[in-house]
């Protein structure tokens, strides 16, 4: 574990009541709905559990934090892909249906970009109810012609 900011000792600069103590603490934080559990080395505070960290402090758990951001992403990509696939929906409509470009959905579906939460939206309540694509498109559809009428 790397040196502590403030020593051991000092009162805490956050609740100004505890001492901080130069340990590792079990910490969680949430992605997407999914839970990443730690140990984090920092200067943690005795009586409001607030933590000073340093730039070894973060780096020591940056990596695994990272790859499991990742991990989530790639997992919300196969489930796009699922999904679409289940719909039989090529990428193209995906997106066209998402008013997304032409490959958004090839970069969503391999982990390459994140799509927005409007769109991972729709791709689960249409896993849940698929007979609202076809109100979907209709809607689509007629807002084209819509548009072409508009654009003469």
Not at 22 to 43: I, M, V
Request: proline share 4%; with cysteine; charged share 30%.
């Amino acid at each position: 574990m790397s040196e502590a900011i403030i020593s051991n000792g000092n009162t805490c600069p956050v609740c100004f009541q505890g001492t901080l103590h130069r340990r590792s603490k079990h910490t969680a934080l949430e992605y997407k709905g999914h839970l990443f559990e730690q140990e984090q080395p920092g200067d943690w505070c005795d009586v409001c559990g607030e933590g000073i960290l340093n730039g070894d402090d973060l780096q020591a758990t940056e990596p695994a934090w990272l790859a499991f951001r990742g991990e989530v992403d790639r997992e919300e990509g196969k489930a796009l892909a699922r999904i679409r696939h289940k719909l039989k929906l090529t990428q193209a409509e995906a997106a066209k249906l998402t008013g997304g470009g032409k490959n958004a959905f090839s970069r969503y579906e391999r982990g390459e970009a994140r799509p927005m939460p409007a769109v991972l939206n729709l791709f689960k309540l249409l896993d849940r109810h698929p007979e609202l694509l076809d109100d979907l498109k209709e809607k689509l559809t007629a807002a084209e012609v819509l548009a072409g009428i508009r654009s003469r």
